[in-house]
Structure formats: C-alpha cells, structure tokens
C-alpha cells in the first residue's frame, strides 16, 4: 500500500525533526566542548573551570538534597493518601480529592507571593524547608492523584484476599500493595525528581543565600555575572541539565509514559 | 478495642481509617499550598508595599488589570505564546504524526526519545542555548549570513516586534515533540480495519485523514491543547532568562509580572491578583478543553 517513495519521504521527515529538536542541544554542548573564552582551558577542563569559577559544586549538592528529599516524603506521603482514596470509602472522599486536584492545576505563581511574605514573618525564608516544603505539597498534589488511580485500578482482590488472610491495612499496603505498584512508584519518583530538579520560580524567591541556591538558579545567575564569552556557561548548563537526562535515557519509558498519563501537571 | 466487624469489612465499605492515611499528606498541602491560595485571594484586595501596613482597596487590582495598559498588554502576550505553544505544535503534530503512522517506519522508538528530549531539560538551559541562538552573533545570524541575507540578521532578542515571536517560538521547538509522540500514541491505537473500509471507499490520504484519524484523536488533542495552553500560560523561567520581559515591556507575561511586581516593584496585592487570575484562567481552559474532549469521544 505504502510506496517507496512515501516510505523514505517519511525517513527524511523523521531525520528533519530529530534534528531540529536536538539542534539547540547541540548547541550549547559543542559549545561547552570548544575554545575557552580566556583561553586557558578546552574540552573536559572547560567543565572543571566552570565548575570553579561558576561554583556548581555547591548548587549541584543543594539540588541533590533537595530533590532527595522532596521525592522520599511526597512518595511516602502519596502512597498513604492514595491507598485511602482508591481503597477505602469515607465521608468527604469526593469533595477532598477535589480539593488535591485543585492542587495539579494550580500555578506556583499564585502561591508564591503570599508564602514568601508568610515564611518571612516566620523567619523561614533562606532555609531548605522553604524551598523544600512547598515543592512537596505540590508533588503530593499530584502523587496523590497518580497512587489513587493506581489502586482504584486493580487492587480490590488484593485487598480483600489480604483481609480474609487477617493482615492489617498496614500490612496490606506495605507488603501486599506496594512491591506490585512498583513501576507506578517509579514513574512518579522520576517525574517529580524532574520537576524538582528542574524548579526555578521557588528557589529563586525564597533563597537569596548563594549556598542555598539550586542549580537551575545558579546557572541563571551564573549567566548574568559572567560576560566573559559562552564556553564556560554552556559548560555549566550542560551540568546543569545532565543528571535528569541521564535519568531519562535510561527510564524514559516511565518519564514518557508518566508525562503523557498523568497529563495534568506539568 | 475494634469491633470484628470492621478489621473484616472488605474494601468499599465506609473505613475510618482512612483519615488517618490521609492526615500527613493533607496536612503539607493545607499548610504550603491551600493555605497559601488562600491568603493569595487576601492579598490581592489590599495595597502593600511587603512591609508597611496594607490599605484595603476592594477589588481595585482585579479592575486595574483591565484597566492598567502593561498588564492588558502581559494577558495579550500571553494568547501570542499560546499560539506557538498550542497551536502550531498541535497542527505540526498531527500532521507529522499521521504522515508517521501511516507508514510504519523503523526507528520510531529512537525517534520518539529524541523529539521528547527537550521536555526533561530544564527550562533555563534551554532559555540558555536559545538565548545565544538568537544573539547578535549566535548561530541564527551565523545561518541568515551563510545564505546570503546578511540584512536580516540582527539581536533577536532586542527587537522590539520581533522578541515575543522568537520567545514564543521556543515554545514551539519545546512543545512539538511532546505533543507528536502523544498523538502518535492515540493513533496507534486506532483500528486498522477503519483504514481499510475508508480505502475500500475509494478515501486518499487527505481524506482518510479527515474521516478516520482526527475524529480518533479527538481525546488526545484536548489533553494536548490543555497542558501545551497551561505551559503558555506559566512560562515564567524563560522569559525571566531570555528577556527578564524586555525590550520595553515587549516580551511581558502575566506569571513575569506576578514575580515583577512582588519582588522588585513591591506591589504585592496587584501581585496575587494577577496570581489569583491565572489560576482562575487555567481552571477554566482546563474545564472548557476537557469538555470539548468529553462530549466529542464517547469513551
């Protein structure tokens, strides 16, 4: 049915738009590769240069915290709320996930503003938890959205077989529900590492301390204090971005999926 | 002690428990999330400065953005972007999508990671390379002399009619691969037959497409148009790196001046109206998309 000619038309489109996405990328890592702009370092020093001169070593280690710590609670904590939406029925069930949907739509901006003010008057502003606490209310948003249409999905036999058995609903979550939710747990670790790692507007308000800042941030004042030419910040950016595109090659199934499933966030 | 009754119901009966499973999470997205939506609403009725006292002003920050030019401008901006966030790599997608799924090609798997790359790349290195792509002397010009029309070449970036559409533009780079891989994915899932009944009757490509592939699509197109409309909508860090709103206030967005007006105007309330407003606007493109969705797919 198909002929020839449309079959390698097809090929030659393929090859266009791969390219054209992977151009921009290209970019910035050729560039990261070449001449330095004071000419003392290239190749793989330019990355050691700007890892010195850029201090990327701190923000790298600040994003790791965070990301970590971000994932584990808003994990944990959206297991435990979708267990009780997609298992369990109780007053309000409809209502109050409602209320956590509200949450996958709402934008950081309207937030921000009054949370910066708020934690101010706390003393909290410039602390880990005022970068950290935000992100997991809103990965717990939509964790908890992610977990709830998993159990709903095919966990009522489990459950009941669990119960007859006589184990706890502790038990039944722990040891019989979650091993079998696996690759759910890991899509939604992967997607919210992301997002994590990738944040900018709630570092960026709530952290004015240089050894407080994320890499995404420090990139972006790294950008504005060094005019010296582009080799040592497409160097940084490429640090920047190379931990969740590692990531993705090797899970791009789960981020895949998840980014197309879980279509709500984004 | 708990009644035998209960430690035996099955799921689907009324369990109290489940408050307690839902406390910890609840709790963090009341305090950092509800709480602060909430005060947003407050804040949005009064003028303040971030440190005097606030004067009540009613809903006189939700009038000024209508009334305020800059900000009727960032609401213009912001349905510009959604064109080339939305629109175009809607269009694009499907008609890449369908050339792509009409004949299966080998590679679509390498294909698909490639096209889907940009999205798992954080939004300032790619404001990053775009910023340099567009420079005075970064690779657009460097193609536009090579081709021999030197005279277009210029800071893209600093034009003042041409910042929005290259701003938005990167929208389009970014948004494109994320919405042909997921159509892609609906249109694998169509019946062959309905492909072969349509060729029976005689349908070439254009046709077939019309009659057989969009109305199948139809799901995935809301889903696509809602999160590529919300990206429009929420582009902050990009704009923030590329232009900071520049020229002029050419390349202001609404979540821009949410952060502007906050942070380095101190104005605080006129701040969480427009973030009170956003929110209000992506609620209802979201409604209105998945309605549209809903009542033309019986799934």
């Known amino acids: 049915m198909i002929s020839r000619a449309e079959k390698s038309a097809n090929y030659v489109i393929l090859l266009a738009f791969a390219a054209f996405a992977l151009a921009p990328i290209l970019t910035v890592v050729q560039s990261a590769f070449g001449p330095a702009d004071a000419g003392e370092s290239s190749g793989f020093g330019n990355f050691a240069e700007a890892w010195r001169i850029g201090h990327f070593g701190t923000y790298l280690r600040m994003s790791l915290s965070v990301s970590v710590f971000v994932v584990v609670v808003s994990v944990v904590l959206s297991i435990l709320a979708g267990f009780a939406f997609g298992t369990m029925r109780f007053r309000g069930s409809g209502p109050l996930f409602y209320v956590f949907l509200l949450g996958i739509m709402m934008p950081s901006e309207a937030i921000v503003v009054p949370l910066y003010f708020d934690l101010r008057t706390l003393g909290l502003t410039d602390t880990f938890w005022a970068v950290v606490l935000p992100q997991v209310a809103q990965s717990v948003a939509f964790g908890t959205f992610w977990m709830r249409a998993y159990f709903r999905a095919g966990s009522r036999d489990i459950v009941e077989a669990g119960r007859l058995d006589g184990a706890s609903t502790r038990r039944i979550l722990w040891q019989l529900l979650v091993p079998l939710a696996r690759p759910a747990i890991v899509t939604m670790t992967v997607l919210v590492f992301m997002w994590t790692w990738n944040e900018f507007l ?21 950008q504005g204090q060094y005019s010296q030419g582009f080799t040592l910040l497409a160097a940084g950016a490429v640090i920047v971005a190379t931990p969740v595109v590692v990531l993705y090659l090797f899970l791009q199934r789960h981020f895949i999926a998840g980014m197309l499933e879980g279509a709500v966030r984004e | 002690m708990p009644s035998p009754r209960r430690t035996a119901s099955p799921p689907g009966e009324p369990r109290r428990i489940a408050y307690l499973y839902l406390l910890p999470g609840f709790a963090v997205y009341a305090a950092f999330l509800l709480y ?4 947003s609403v407050q804040l949005s009725l009064y003028d303040w400065d971030g440190l005097t006292l606030g004067r009540w002003v009613g809903l006189a920050n939700y009038r000024e953005i209508i009334s305020d030019v800059g900000l009727r401008a960032a609401f213009g901006h912001a349905l510009v972007l959604m064109v080339f966030f939305a629109v175009v790599p809607v269009c694009v997608g499907l008609l890449l999508a369908s050339v792509l799924n009409r004949a299966k090609v080998r590679g679509l798997a390498f294909f698909r990671t490639v096209v889907f790359l940009p999205q798992v790349v954080a939004m300032v ?22 081709i021999g029309l030197d005279s277009l070449a210029r800071g893209w970036l600093g034009d003042y009619a041409l910042a929005l559409p290259a701003v938005g533009f990167v929208g389009t780079w970014f948004e494109t691969g994320l919405v042909t891989v997921l159509l892609l994915a609906g249109m694998g899932r169509i019946n062959g037959s309905l492909y072969e009944a349509a060729r029976l009757d005689g349908a070439g490509p254009v046709r077939e497409f019309l009659a057989v592939t969009l109305p199948s699509v139809r799901g995935e197109i809301a889903v696509a148009s809602t999160l590529t409309v919300i990206a429009a ?30 942070f380095e105007l101190g104005r605080v309330g006129s701040a969480a109206a427009i973030g009170v407003t956003l929110t209000l606007v992506i609620l209802a493109i979201s409604l209105v998309i998945n309605r549209i969705g809903d009542r033309e797919t019986t799934r």
Do not use: C, K, Q
Request: no cysteine; net charge positive; glycine share 8%.
């Open chain 1, 202 to 222: 709630i570092p960026l308000v709530m952290v004015t301390d240089e050894n407080l800042r994320t890499a995404p941030l420090g990139l972006a004042f790294f």
């Open chain 2, 36 to 39: 602060p939506l909430l005060r």
């Open chain 2, 125 to 146: 290195v790619v404001a990053v390379a775009w910023r340099r792509i567009y420079g005075p002397d970064g690779s657009l010009n460097d193609l536009l002399r090579a």
């Open chain 2, 233 to 262: 909508l929420r582009t902050f860090d990009l704009v923030y790196v590329t232009t900071s709103g520049g020229p002029g206030n050419s390349t202001s967005v609404p979540s821009y001046e949410v952060y502007h007006r906050a």
